[in-house]
């Protein structure tokens, strides 16, 4: 179901065509990282610390290099030691220890062997010194008074102190007077929340090969989120010239954020140049899981005033991420997701502490997930002390264009009131609640964002159309480039072959993050193509013996009056001698992208005898602007819902005392299966952006936003008693109820 | 490592004389993963699900003999066996996904001697019998008898199980096997509970219960059945005191863990609430079939 305002008449925008790549992936001949494998490669393992925190005091590797197979073994001391400051000093320090390891599972040493088990031997060979450092293995740990130090090297950003401190971000935001408005307050709810650490749960295990060759250059063909981050975070671990590294970009099996940033690329290619052979580094889920992602555990105290006519008259609270080993702008970023409601009076602080576990990685909206879950389930309790419906609540105090975003300027046109319409409007909000379940809501947002993005557009012989771009495909990206192309040249969207293209073969693209590769990267594609349809309409013009004024594009062909109109390919075939190929190529730096409000609804029941959560239905109305191919933005809506739940109710890192994580596989890190979850109902709304030539928001991460409140809403109601911390997994919600 | 596929049980006996270090497997759906995680490779790995008998079911003369390595998808679909037993027939088939269910096998399940095994509560409720491979002929024990701890098994080195016996149930006899996961499947049981019950009239005349996940291995709680028989279900329904009772022995009988998959109050507190879930479930299927 689409709910569209002021909508043009499209002919291949907003349609469903099957993707470019769906033949490929679904007959397994697609290439993913791990189906690389070149002539003579090797097989990379890690030694990794099997302590929260220790100074590595000394590392033998000789006997090690003396066993069957092994070819080249890199320990810290093979990378340059980029000073405190430099930009990819975490990347460098996160990837392989220096003089520290900071949490169970950090690499200290790797090895290239002819077979993986070789090189596994070697590495477990490999004899380490440590001194044991203190482990603080929380945030509460993190930020005490006389907290050891997780990491020595960290300081605290935009503080202007060189002091080593715990702090990553400490980000205070204030507006108008909230004690006064707390004092006015008719109703005021405060609760304490606490969120675990999850992982972005991708399927594909972080890989690569690499292959230095004499000449001093590197071929890395790998998994990532962005291929020119790739080659940008290598170049600097490694010391090298960016020019010495082409990337090229596998299939990405899943990201989520978590692939915007690398693990084994230096790596590899230390190994690669040591041994002079290519090598190849697969993780283990295991490996992925103790050393990879995860979001930010949180906690948090939200307290929200409010007058006996709902209107929201001031917030104030704190909230806190455990944002792992590395300094980190989770806090940060996490401020700027606290937006969603006018709110006159506001007094925020938001603070990131170091944690002897894996640096923490992009998930999907970072941070706005734990945010919106205290927010949302201290709103959904005013609601219930108001006796009011929780979507007339919100859409009372939900912002709109000119109101202020939680960093000061003002929110851009925005479809969160027409979300909460939605969702009020639809025929599950309208449906009685199920006998024995209850009714949750919850709502979130995500600002997104723009960066450079390039492509180029080159017409063939025939009249079809190469689209390449740098933006690797993770959502259904090809065919939305193919399709903003096929709009825009008057082309069929299957003659148009979306690419995408290595470091060395298109334009400086960032990485994918912020949703941003439909709405950047697309943007790049129409202004190419509207590039090109100048440089169709001068040949055009030539080829008529008219001014180039006199032509006009309609669907596909140049109208010149008095004339049959002149297809493309009738152009394309003549253009050896009307001016040689046709190309274009276009970058920018996209401003604008406009925030993707979500908002969910959803019916669960709670076994009141086991704690175990039901979710029966689930409904996500979400602003996608304009969905380009409404299948992969209901896909996006989807897929965000369901890391939600799994978020809400079972996911979470179960740490020993020692920060060894205890449950580092997909049968005891619970993600949801396929028959945990109903089908997620969705209603894709479409608010179109201004700043995009077709109105598009991105809508990668907004879906995660609101699950987790949404969630929690719906259990508390079921159960009579507040849920306020993640995951709801059976025990916890068992120990609620007998709290009741 | 070598592979070998024999194709009687006792060319199997003999592949286990002439190497210790072998190792038997059904759907090897316990092994493989186990390897993985870095457990030594055996040097002999012997296929058992080439052998005929091993995956044969048959029911003769009262009785059903199941190959211990018969996939449990021809359990669950058998209609026949999962009439007579439906409590052994769900818990066989809770095992893993559809594509595990294609190679798990109730031998598997058993010898590989996990607490939490599903098949394994209903197995011993409904009192099978474990015929198992020795070095020159074969011994029968119940299948209670075969796991003694965690990973551990009463099978000398060389033994394997070659089927399961069950006799057919008295008349007015059901059987339910429940089990806690916090997802839907794809999970190891947190707390299961198996009850098989026999209704003579309107009173349950006899009643075994086993509880898997809570101790180091499946318990029998005869406690548990006490409470149970001699009540009337006479309404339909179990007695509440009876229930209660059977809730509160089953709670006593668990002697659990604390670990990642669960609490030691949870596990005891939830073993209760399924023991009485499941002699609901066995009370209705005993009355509906009596």
Redesign the interface.
Known sequence: MTVTENRPDYKWVGTRPIRHDGYDKVVGKARFAADRNSPGQLHGAFLRSPHGHARILSVDTSAAEAMSGVKAVVTGADFPDLPIGHPERDTAVNLMARDVAMYVGHVVAAVAASTRAEAEAAAAAIEVEYELLPVVLSLDESIADGAPLANADNRTAFSGSDDPSNLATVTPLERGDVDAAFEAADVVVEREFDTAWVHQGYIEPHACVVDVGADGKAEVWASSQGHFRVRSQAAAVLGWDTARIKVIPAEIGGGFGGKTTIYLEPVAARLSEKSGRPVKIVMTRDEVLRATGPAPASKSRIRIAATNDGELTAIDGWIGYAVGCTGDMAGFVGAMSVASYKFPNLKMEFVGALTNTPRSAAYRAPSAPQAAFAIESVIDEIAQALDTDPIELRLKNAVVEGDLTSMGGPHPRIGFVECLEAIRDSEHYQSPVPDGAARGIGTGFWFNIGEQSSATVNLNEDGTATVITGSPDIGGSRASMALMAAEELGLDVHRITPVVADTESVGFTDVTEGSRATFATGMAVVNACRDLVGELKARAATIRGVEVDAVAWVDGAAVVDGHDPLPLADITAKAKSTGGPLTVTASLNAGGAGPSFAVHCCDVSVDE??G?VEVLRYTTAQDAGTAIHPSYVEGQMQGGTAQGIGWA??EEY?YADDGTM??ASF??Y?V??A??LPMIETIIVEVPNPAHPYGVRGVGETGIVPPMGTIANAVSRASGVRLTSLPM???KV?AALDDR | MRYAAPATVEEAQALLADDTGAQVFAGATDLVPQMRAGRPAPSLLVDLKGIDRLTAVTHEDGRWTIGAATPTAELTRNEAFTAAFPGLSEGAGLIGSDQIQNRSSLGGNLANASPAADSVPALIANDGQAVIATADGTRTVPAAEVATGPGRTSLADGEFIVEFTFADPPAGTGDAYLRMIPRTEMDIAIVGAAVRVTVDGDAISDATVVLGAVAPTAVVVPDAAAALVGTSVADGALDDAAATALAEAAEAACDPIDDKRGTIAYRRRVAGVLARRAAAIAVERARNGA
């Open positions: 005898e086991t175990r109710l079972n179960v205890l449950n049968l005891d619970r949801p299966v028959s945990d997994s059976p025990p068992l």
